[in-house]
């Protein structure tokens, strides 16, 4: 059911990337990328204090203190959407013509309003998963990406602009949260209950859990966010690195669904003091998935041309090469992922933040140095071997931009292999001070862990 609420909602928003990339220019599609990506990292904010800390202590909760950390959540995500709403409100009207010019217009004008029309949907995807009620969570998530899916299909014949495009954006949004609040999956109910007790046991969890989300979300989100920030790349860079990174995410999806049914296992196995038992669920999940993507992986990274066509036609062809970078990459993941996923289950966030925080600075730091560092290098060496062959300066020039554009892009993501790299060597020394793992048998047990469940889902076929 995970998989299904991932999987299927995915292949929604898939859809809907495949129509916006052929509905707007490119220009513009950057600037919605860019509204989408500020609109995750600040979600990270609103939600990383709560959403794990929730799932973990609503995973062994009597009724009575479910009610409570429920409540807890609601006020908590209630007063933190509102400091932040003020908060990019009084920025956008300092700023004058600075923001308002730039790429971020439409995140700044607004997200104050999506913030409040997506609450109830949030409130309700964390409870939801601490309670494992993955099917309730997909009715939410078709709703929401769902319909908005369905209004792009119809633009397809009325050819609305962006500004319409947002707004059937908005209205999706605000549906899915009006559902998760007339059946009460949100909690709203139970906001007059939230105790100091329930209020302080999220706020200790969730102090380490939200730096966790917030580097996590950098880690993918500061590659777009610097991009855009350059006078070289812009929001042309953007819109092209938006396609591959969107297909990583596809990638992504067995290994979210996973993770989500993993994480309150791993927990209450913790909450037991059952080591073994937790030893043996990482083992199972971060060896049997890394097996999965190894297929998988390479199926996209020798069909990539192809792959980056069918998402974004002929214009995005040259960012084929960024894709095959990323297939290492998703390689990696699955181990990451869940060495981050054990620690904050073994009641380690601490742990973890520090492993987010080293490969989040050295995604920045790699990020910037490549931007507006290579990048230069790129564009005047090519430029001038151009000039040698006889072009004349506007022509070099705007070969050289193509050219340095895309092998400075390029770079951008091999630096997201190294910052992988350094985060599971990071988490796995933290992982292992608690549970005495061994590297090796990530790969034994899930192996084996792997083949007894293919082999139990079959019988039950």
């Known amino acids: 059911m995970s998989l299904a609420n991932n999987g299927l909602v995915a292949v929604f928003a898939f859809l809907s990337f495949v129509m916006l990339v052929r509905m707007v220019p490119q220009e513009s599609f950057g600037e919605w990328v860019l509204f989408i990506t500020a609109s995750n990292f600040i979600d990270m904010l609103r939600f990383g204090i709560t959403r794990t800390a929730l799932v973990r202590f609503l995973s062994g909760a009597d009724e009575q203190y479910e009610k409570g950390l429920m409540g807890a959540n609601n006020l908590i995500n209630l007063i933190t959407t509102t400091l932040l709403a003020l908060l990019i409100i009084l920025i956008y009207s300092l700023s004058g013509s600075a923001l308002k010019n730039s790429g971020f217009d439409m995140f700044f004008m607004w997200y104050p309003l999506l913030s409040f029309l997506t609450l109830p949907f949030n409130n309700a995807q964390s409870i939801l998963q601490a309670k494992l009620k993955f099917d309730k969570m997909l009715w939410l998530r078709l709703i929401n990406v769902g319909g908005f899916m369905l209004f792009l299909m119809a633009n397809i014949f009325l050819n609305y602009g962006i500004e319409i495009i947002l707004m059937a954006y908005l209205i999706t949004n605000f549906i899915s949260s009006i559902v998760a609040s007339l059946f009460n999956w949100d909690g709203i109910r139970y906001l007059f209950k939230a105790s100091k007790k329930t209020i302080y046991t999220i706020l200790d969890f969730g102090k380490y859990t939200t730096g966790t989300l917030i580097g996590s979300n950098l880690l993918k989100s500061s590659d777009t966010f610097i991009i855009g920030l350059s006078p070289f790349l812009g929001t042309l860079g953007v819109a092209l690195y938006s396609i591959p990174l969107k297909l990583t995410e596809i990638i992504e999806i067995p290994l979210r669904s996973f993770a989500a049914t993993a994480f309150p296992e791993l927990s ?87 492993k987010v925080i080293y490969m989040a600075s050295a995604n920045i730091v790699g ?94 076929k």
């Open 268 to 354: 209450k196995a913790s909450i037991e003091n059952n080591k073994e038992k937790v030893r043996s669920v990482f083992y199972a999940n971060a060896g049997g998935m890394t097996y999965l993507m190894i297929p998988l992986m390479a199926f996209s990274f020798i069909f990539a041309k192809e792959i980056v066509f069918i998402l974004g036609g002929s214009d995005y062809l040259i960012t084929a090469n960024i894709f095959k970078i990323f297939c290492v990459y998703g390689l990696l993941l699955p181990i990451d992922r869940f060495i981050g996923v054990a620690l904050d289950s073994v009641n380690r966030p601490k742990d973890n933040f520090i």
């Open 367 to 460: 990020d910037l140095f490549v931007v507006f560092g290579i990048a230069s290098l790129f564009l005047g060496f090519s430029f001038g071997v151009l000039l040698l062959n006889g072009l004349s300066p506007s022509t070099a020039y705007n070969l050289a931009h193509g050219f340095s554009l895309i092998k400075t892009l390029e770079w951008v993501a091999i630096i997201t292999i190294m910052f992988t790299v350094i985060g599971i060597l990071v988490g796995f020394y933290y992982l292992n001070k608690v549970l005495s793992i061994r590297f090796r048998d990530i790969f034994i047990v899930g192996y084996s862990k792997g083949l007894l469940s293919i082999k139990a889902l079959l019988h039950s």
